[in-house]
């Protein structure tokens, strides 16, 4: 393993205009130049690999290997053309308890103003398990887009791999695995599934998703309910 400091480097070396990551008979290797005769600068073990994959990011590079993820300019302010959308960084806590800033809309969603809600009885619309069903779904999205080449096509996506014996980690793994948790969690909405996939991962506004789905206004939240109940039983919250 190379180590703190030289996972920093690899890093800084990762972001320069022609720096990238491919294998070799021992582990990594980090170059500066358009191909395989390029000097190795850094040599890296499968840990540093998975440590990059998980910060900086990594996605496949057309002439074999990997580089790092472009990071994110983010926006402030609505955007011309998309209703309902502010962009914005927000704080969010990584899986391994780092703080980090992603891009994200930070005009209040479909979910949380209809958590705060009401019926006639005075009951929240949406339950506890329903809002926490859609914020996972949102996460595990989050989670499988982060892989390289992966879309929100979540029916098309590749089967598992088959086969025995240990093989070398691909950046895109644990994102492969995050889209199929989304397609199963979608296709447990059922008739739901559109709305769902509008709300909760495309963070479209209730009133956009009704109008792109052809339904009357004010309906959406109905559907809405449905199928974040659906996904509340598919992650066992209720």
């Excluded at 691909?170 to 695995?177: C, R, S, T, V």
């Excluded at 109905?222 to 509340?232: D, F, I, N, T, W």
């Amino acid at each position: 393993m190379s180590g703190g400091h030289g996972l920093e480097r690899a890093r800084r070396l990762l972001a320069l205009p022609e720096g990238w990551l491919g294998t070799t008979p021992g582990g990594y290797a980090v170059r500066t130049g358009p191909d395989r005769r390029a000097r190795v600068m850094l040599t890296l073990d499968e840990a540093d690999f998975r440590a990059l994959t998980a910060h900086p990011g990594l996605k496949t590079r057309p002439g074999g290997g990997w580089t790092a993820r472009a990071a994110v300019t983010a926006r402030t302010g609505p955007q011309a053309g998309r209703p309902g959308v502010t962009d914005g960084l927000r704080v969010v806590m990584e899986a391994d308890g780092r703080a980090v800033e992603r891009q994200a809309n930070l005009t209040t969603s479909a979910v949380a103003w209809l958590a705060g809600r009401a019926d006639a009885d005075g009951a929240r619309w949406l339950s506890r398990a329903e809002v926490a069903a859609a914020e996972l779904l949102a996460l595990e999205a989050e989670r499988a887009q982060r892989g390289p080449g992966l879309t929100m096509q979540w029916d098309a996506l590749p089967g598992p791999r088959s086969g025995r014996g240990a093989r070398r980690a691909e950046p895109g793994d644990p994102a492969l695995a995050a889209a199929r948790r989304v397609a199963k969690a979608l296709a447990a909405c059922a008739g739901a599934r559109t709305m769902v996939e509008h709300i909760c991962i495309r963070a479209t506004p209730l009133q956009a998703a009704e109008q792109s789905l052809g339904l009357r206004r004010r309906t959406g939240k109905a559907v809405l309910k449905q199928g974040l109940a659906a996904l509340a039983r598919h992650y066992r919250l209720a």
